[in-house]
Structure formats: C-alpha cells, structure tokens
C-alpha cells in the first residue's frame, strides 16, 4: 500500500506529453528540424514571425497525427481547427502559439498499461498538434539570457490522458508504454534527452471516498522516467502535509529540481480563458477525408497488443513473456528475427532475449539495435543447446565469445573444442570411475546426503572438463547408485 493510501488519501494524476514528430521539416515552415544545430541557424522567416508571412500545413504531421489516432483507437476528426493560444515568453516570437483547442484532431482513445501483474486501460481526453517555442538559454551568458529559435515550430502531438492515474508507478507505467508506442508506429524517435519525448503531470490529491477533484499542480517538462516518479512522488506528499497542517494547495505550474530532489513554484497556474484562444485567420481549418484515414491505416504495422496476443498464440509464450518481448519494437523484431531461423524453439529464444542478451545490454549500455550479436547468429548457438551440442554453460561461454566478435557459434565451438558429450556410453564409463575413486562420498549419498551427490555430479562434470551433458550426467548417477 502507498504512503498516501495509508494515510487516507487518493493521488489523482493526468499526463499531458509532448512527443515531437518525426517530420524533416517544420510544422508550418520547411525550415530543418534537426537537433544540435548551432542557435538559431534552423528558423525560417515563419519561426521568426517577421511581417507578412504567413504559416503552411506540414502533411506530414497531420498524417503522424492520424497514425497515432488509430493506433490507440480514438476518434479521427474530420474536421478540426488550429487555434491561437495567446502568452508573452520571450521564446515566442508571435507573442501566440498555434495550436488546437476546441477541436483536436485525435478525440478519445485508450492505452492500456501493466503496472506488475495488474493492467489497466487508461482513457486519454484528446491528442493534438501544435508548434514547440524556442528555447531560453541561461547558462552561457552572465547576467542575461540568450534565446535559441531552432525549436520553434517543431511539430508536436500533445497527448492529454484522463485524471485516471492514481499513483507515480501507475504514471510512469503509462509514459513508458505511450513512449514505446509512438516509437513503434514511427511518429516519433523518443529521444528524451533531446527533448523529444516529454511529460507535464497534473497531480492532485483528496481524501478517499471524496468525489471531489482536489487542486492539481502542474509539474512541467520531466524528460525521464525515474524524474517523472520522483516529482510526483515528492508533490503527492507536499500537498498532503500542507493540506493536513492547515494550509491549501495552490493552482500553480511547478518545477522538478533533481538536484535537491523536489519541486518549486514557477508560474501561477493558468486556465483555457487565460490564453484567449481564438481560431487563427492565417490557417484554414484541418479536413481529414476518409480515404487518407484508410490511407495510412494500410500502411499501419502491427500494434503491440495485437502482436502480444499472437506471441502467445503462435508460440505458446506467456503473457507476461509476450508483454517483456513486445516492450519495444527493436526487440520483437529481434524476437520474430531468432524464430524464424530457429522455429521449433520460441521459448528458449525468449529466454535468451530476456535474460542473457537484456542483461549484457544493460551492463554495458547498449541499444539492441548495435547489439554485436544479430538474431540469426544467436539463434545459431540457440541450435546447438537444443540439438546437445552444448550445455547451457557452455552456451555461455560461446555466447561471451560471439560478443567480443570472435564470429559464429559453430566456429567458435570447433576452436575451442566446447563439443558436449552426450554419448550414454562414454559417460557411463566416466561415472564408473568416479565413483569407484570416491566410495565415501557413495556412502554418504546412500545414508542420506543429498550434498553428496551433488559432489559426484561435480566431479563427473570435472573429469569431463565441463563437456558431459549435465542431465545425463544426473539421470545415469542417479541409477548407478540405485544399483540399476
């Protein structure tokens, strides 16, 4: 149970992200979108809002926008409407942002997420497009701020969820799976260091059992995960003891400091009729025919959960294992990659891919994608424990060789003479002997001492250097000291 639970309290949190799109060029300009320019070399006349220019649809980002609508299953509007959203920053140019608000172009949908064993289908309010600002830059400038345009107009579907979530784990939950999935259907390239990927939490808090929403706070641009969990988790227990000693929270925008690990006022909290939308006369409205829809529905891959349910159908994985394996789509592919040149055996493929080959990426920081061991090459030392060549510690061994680049599993095998035996009568003869050179440890095991026989299979397995097939080894002691 969480901290606020036990307290009597219920943590409300909606996300609201921002995932940049995959387009070259801009939202309404062809200026580049490219990160790591230097300052303001990628802002068009349109990024600058010099007079008399006037702003040109992406169709691109519509057509991002669509896939995304589809993949989560919501309403594609057939009509919607780009609006001005009115502020003053001195990264904003316009002094407005264009964006949508009455009218978005992805209206409902849902996304399901696992947190531990239990999923959940979280509703989402809306997705909709709208141009970045630029970027206000402190650090290099004494006593004043420098301002980099590149960013502005960069196109970006804000995906605004229901206040469904009810904790930091249940949050981050579903910020990991929106983030997989606008990897996997190629909208976006979810970069969170480059700012391509980030989240605002709206986060409340009321006592259980009160229908009535509490004030939220808006924790702004967490760009990870573990930042994600921790602001929230620091502004569900901010609120509550500031509520429970008397005072109340404020609608206010806050700031996630990871250095001292909490959040701090920035901005008070504005609402719609702040901004002053008003549909902007430079843009005509957004029409959606049906044939587009069907357009880039054909050219949709297969979602995540479609593909979990056929891992578990077509290859009798569990659901758990179909989840793990569908968390990315670089790693179903290399899934799918090992099956297909090793068909008989999809769950020893899903064990390597979870365990050996997701822990040496860990350990060393590693993407799968430059993984040194391709699918095809790991499903041929897959081929050589299933057919009794090698055990699954020899496995390992040629596996750490494959990856330091010493080349295929047979090669590797035949250099360094890592051939199992399995021959029935060769290891007969090997226990023969090792039992007639340790009688003590024979009378021990038959007095009672299951350490005893562990120690015989130690020293079978060492007289054969490690080579002998572990589960013969056993099956064959176990009926020599029955007396069979």
């Known amino acids: 149970m969480s901290t606020s639970l036990a307290r009597g309290w219920e943590t409300v949190i909606g996300l609201e992200t921002h995932a940049q799109l995959s387009t070259r060029s801009k939202i309404f300009s062809s200026a580049s979108t490219a990160f790591g320019a230097p300052p303001n070399t990628q802002a068009s006349v349109i990024d600058l809002a010099l007079p008399g220019v006037l702003p040109v649809l992406n169709r691109g980002a519509v057509e991002r926008a669509i896939r995304f609508g589809l993949a989560i299953g919501a309403k594609i509007s057939p009509r919607s409407i780009f609006a001005r959203k009115n502020y003053f920053y001195p990264d904003l140019p316009k002094n407005y942002q264009i964006s949508q608000y009455e009218i978005p172009v992805v209206q409902g949908g849902t996304v399901a997420i696992r947190v531990g064993e239990t999923e959940k289908v979280v509703n989402l ?162 029409e959606i025919q049906p044939a587009w829809i069907e357009e880039v529905k054909r050219a949709m891959p297969e979602l995540p959960q479609a593909m979990r349910e056929r891992f578990v ?3 009798g994985l569990t659901p758990y294992d179909a989840a793990t394996l569908t968390a990315s789509r ?38 799968l994608e430059a993984a040194p061991v391709k699918p095809q090459s790991l499903a041929g030392l897959l ?34 003479g890592l051939r199992q035996i399995s021959d029935a009568g060769a290891i007969e003869k090997i226990i023969d002997e090792v039992l007639a050179a340790n009688p003590k440890s024979v009378e021990e095991f038959r007095a009672g001492k299951e350490k005893a026989f562990n120690a015989l ?13 572990p589960a013969q080894v056993n099956e064959i002691l176990k009926k020599k000291l029955a007396g069979g």
């Open 383 to 416: 081929a050589r424990i299933a057919d009794g060549t090698l055990s699954g510690k020899m496995a390992r061994e040629v596996f750490d060789a494959m990856w330091a680049g010493e080349g295929e599993a047979d090669a590797i095998i035949e250099a360094r």
């Open 313 to 315: 159908t077509q290859y």
């Open 457 to 469: 299979v130690g020293q079978a397995m060492k007289a054969t250097k490690g080579k002998a097939n």
């Open 125 to 286: 309010t809306r997705a909709h497009l709208e141009e970045d600002a630029g970027k206000s830059l402190h650090e290099d400038f004494q006593g004043m701020s420098g301002i980099d345009l590149n960013r502005a107009g960069t196109p970006l579907l804000e995906i605004v969820s229901e206040p469904e979530l009810r904790s930091s784990a249940e949050a981050v939950a579903y910020a990991k799976t929106l983030h997989a999935l606008v990897r996997w259907i190629g909208i976006c390239d979810g970069n969170m260091q480059e700012g391509s990927f980030r989240c605002d939490a709206n986060v409340s808090v009321r006592r259980i059992g009160d229908p009535k929403l509490g004030t939220r706070c808006e924790i702004k641009n967490l760009n990870s995960f573990r930042f994600l969990e921790r602001a929230i988790e620091y502004e569900i227990a901010r609120q509550i003891d500031l509520i429970e000693d008397g005072g109340h929270v404020v609608q206010e925008t806050r700031l996630y400091d990871p250095d001292r690990d909490e959040t701090r006022p920035m901005r008070s909290k504005e609402d719609a009729q702040d901004y002053r939308y008003f549909p902007d006369p430079d843009l005509l409205p957004l």
């Open 330 to 367: 670089e790693m179903a592919d290399y899934f799918e990659a090992m099956v297909a040149t090793l068909p008989k055996e999809p769950k020893l493929c899903a064990n390597w891919l979870m365990g050996e080959v997701s822990a040496r990426l860990n350990r060393e920081d590693v993407e």
